[in-house]
């Protein structure tokens, strides 16, 4: 028997996942360490800077508070814009699908948390948002073998609610506009609450349906 060709004996070159566009738009594959993934990591790195800062105020309401907010707030505002570049340049990954929520659940947790510790907010409301946001996490990470679950619209609206939330939690606004804006504070953070608890239901109620149409047996 001759020998096979070199071509056909040699095992497929593996593709480095790191290969691919980074910035530019295209159809071509996008690497993982494209631009909008790497905004998704510094936000991610952010988070404990934010946390650090907001207990070094300790409740005091000073510099150091804005400077918290700020960062927070700046935190936030990169998630749009990663979205954005990966959506405009089709720069979407799997990897980014799964950091992006993994990078929004520590800010945001990392804050309600806080906010907590310095009791400005209620420990059932901190419980009940990040028992809904990390069960809905390990859940997406459950099936993940089977396919990448992407963020719903409902879910983006209620990250959005919640962080607009917090921020008027973390902003003293009350040192300069007087306690009436707390009515304000507690509103938007009632409306976080029914939100996040409807878009968790709603989830799971979704992955259920999917469930019952993919094994009509089960």
């Not at 998704?40 to 207990?55: D, E």
């Not at 979205?83 to 979407?92: K, Q, S």
């Not at 959005?160 to 504070?185: D, E, H, K, M, Y």
């Amino acid at each position: 028997m001759g020998e096979k060709p070199v071509s056909e004996s040699m095992p497929p070159k593996r593709v480095s996942s790191l290969r691919g566009r980074v910035v530019s738009a295209g159809d071509t594959p996008a690497s993982n360490a494209n631009i909008a993934n790497i905004i998704t990591v510094i936000r991610i790195f952010l988070a404990p800077l934010f946390v650090w800062l907001l207990l070094l105020d300790d409740g005091e309401m000073g510099l150091i508070r804005y400077l918290a907010a700020g960062l927070f707030i700046f935190a936030i505002v990169t998630d749009s814009v990663d979205g954005h570049l990966a959506r405009d340049r089709n720069l979407i990954t799997n990897v980014g699908i799964i950091l992006d929520p993994i990078a929004d659940k520590l800010l945001i947790g990392g804050a309600l948390v806080t906010l907590s510790i310095l009791d400005e907010l209620p420990w059932w409301v901190t419980v009940l948002i990040l028992v809904r946001e990390f069960g809905i996490t390990a859940f997406r990470f459950a099936v993940l073998s089977k396919r990448v679950i992407p963020a719903s619209r409902g879910g983006k609206l209620k990250t959005v609610v919640q962080a607009v939330a917090i921020s008027l939690f973390l902003v003293p606004l009350f040192t300069v506009v007087g306690s009436s804006v707390v009515w304000l504070n507690w509103s938007v953070m009632a409306v976080a609450v029914v939100l996040t608890v409807f878009t968790g239901l709603d989830y799971l109620w979704q992955a259920w349906r999917h469930n019952r149409k993919t094994n009509p047996g089960a």
